[in-house]
Every structure is written in C-alpha cells, then in structure tokens.
C-alpha cells in the first residue's frame, strides 16, 4: 500500500558528502517507524540508520555513526539520509523501508534503491 522511491545517489569521491531522499505515498508517515538500508554487490542487505515516527529517536549502524545522520518530513512524507566524510566501502545501492521491529527489522518488498558509488 505505501509505495517509496529513493533517490539522490551518484558517485563522490571519498570525504565527499551526498543527501539521499526516500519519498513516500499512498498514506502518511503517522506512527511509522522507517529506515535506511544497503546492498554491495555480493553481498547481503545491511542495516544503515532508523528513524522513529517521533522526532529525536533515532539508530545507526556503527559503520555509520557520526558520518550520517537521519532525518524525515512527515508534512511531506519524505525520509533523508545525509551522508558526509564517506568512504569507499560505503558503496552499495540504498534501500529506504518500513521497519516491522525497531531497529533494523524490515519486511516486505524492496525497490530499485538508488546507488551511491564513492571512489577513493
């Protein structure tokens, strides 16, 4: 029923910065809990960042913490990810989802993701 769309990857060079947006319809954000997840090629989906339905709560993997920081518009339905000082092993295509278990259970069918590929 809710259909997302990320958005906002490409290619950086290592210490460079990207914001990724994960844009959402079909019903609101209201009491949903969401998050960030990553895919490298070869390998399995990771858990990147959360962010609860409230303001302020949030998780990050510890690959990511003090580098990304998560954020989201309920007005607009719309999740961000800002990603600075990113390294080459932060390559991978990003995946935003619902989140079933808090932090990093997620369920359901996932999209094309948007890839973000860092260069060193």
């Known amino acids: 029923q809710v259909q997302l769309v990320e958005s906002g990857g490409g290619l950086v060079q290592a210490g460079g910065s990207l914001r990724l947006s994960c844009a959402a319809s079909g019903r609101t954000f209201s009491k949903i809990n969401m998050g960030w997840f990553r895919q490298a090629p070869g390998k399995e989906r990771e858990f990147v960042a959360a962010a609860a339905w409230f303001a302020g709560m949030t998780s990050y993997a510890d690959s990511v913490k003090g580098r990304f920081t998560i954020s989201r518009d309920n007005t607009k339905n719309t999740m961000y990810l800002q990603m600075n000082s990113l390294k080459p092993e932060d390559t991978a295509v990003y995946y935003c989802?619902?989140?079933?278990?808090?932090?990093?259970?997620?369920?359901?069918?996932w999209g094309q993701g948007t890839q973000v590929t860092v260069s060193s």
């Open positions: 989802a619902k989140l079933t278990t808090w932090p990093d259970g997620s369920e359901g069918s």
